[in-house]
């Protein structure tokens, strides 16, 4: 990942940080996007970016997507959001990666798309409260589905992000920084996650292989 974390850390609002770079890369990825989308985005990468590092343990969509369908609701919205999620910003920040392994960019974007349609239909059931929704803005239901109709446009808006952050990064340390995070994704060695975290990298979970 090719993120100088650290630089991020020391911004004074993280959120607004991202925010200006998503509201700019939308601009030119696809300014359709509401802006209730933009903000998911925006606070997408907040949680990623500052995600505490603890004991990595993988998840696959796969098994994420048998999580949300075997587990009672509220469990379920939760599991079905980390799909979605993983895969949009797996697609957004690593997809350079992705073209290098065995997994196809098409199965995360459709993991990732029908992940937020699923989500979108449950919070759009009779009796749900919509949050949001009275204040004028999306409800959380209709967030969900412009994500999913609009996956592959987020996920060029994320690229487009990641693309920006990268030129605050010397080209040197950024190819050895890449290096050492497609070896973590590789190997899941704690050492080289070690490393990573030495120089400011927040790893939240191994990234998964399938």
Same mark, same amino acid.
């Given at each position: ?5 650290? #630089? ?50 993988? @998840?696959?969509?796969?098994?994420? @997507? ?30 350079? #990666? ?31 409260? @919509?949050?949001?929704? @009275? ?36 080209? #040197? ?31 939240? #979970? ?5």
């Amino acid at each position: 990942m090719t993120i100088e974390l650290q #630089s991020l850390d020391r911004e004074a609002n993280l959120f607004d940080f991202f925010h200006s770079h998503v509201g700019e890369a939308a601009r030119e990825a696809d300014p359709e996007v509401s802006e209730e989308g933009l903000f998911y985005l925006s606070n997408l990468l907040v949680e990623r970016g500052r995600t505490e590092a603890g004991p990595m343990e993988p @998840q696959t969509l796969v098994e994420l @997507q048998l999580a949300a369908v075997q587990a009672p609701r509220v469990q379920a919205l939760g599991a079905w959001r980390e799909l979605g999620d993983k895969a949009l910003y797996v697609m957004g920040f690593f997809h350079g #990666s992705l073209e290098r392994r065995t997994i196809s960019p098409d199965y995360y974007a459709h993991m990732g798309a029908a992940a937020y349609h699923r989500l979108s239909r449950i919070l759009h059931a009779p009796g749900v409260r @919509q949050v949001g929704a @009275q204040s004028g803005h999306k409800g959380i239901d209709a967030i969900f589905a412009e994500l999913s109709t609009r996956f592959t446009s987020c996920t060029r808006i994320l690229r487009a992000v990641r693309e920006a952050l990268r030129a605050h990064v010397a080209e #040197s340390d950024d190819q050895a920084l890449l290096a050492l995070y497609e070896d973590w994704l590789q190997t899941g060695d704690p050492e080289v996650a070690r490393q990573l975290r030495r120089l400011g990298l927040s790893l939240s #979970s191994k990234v998964p292989t399938a």
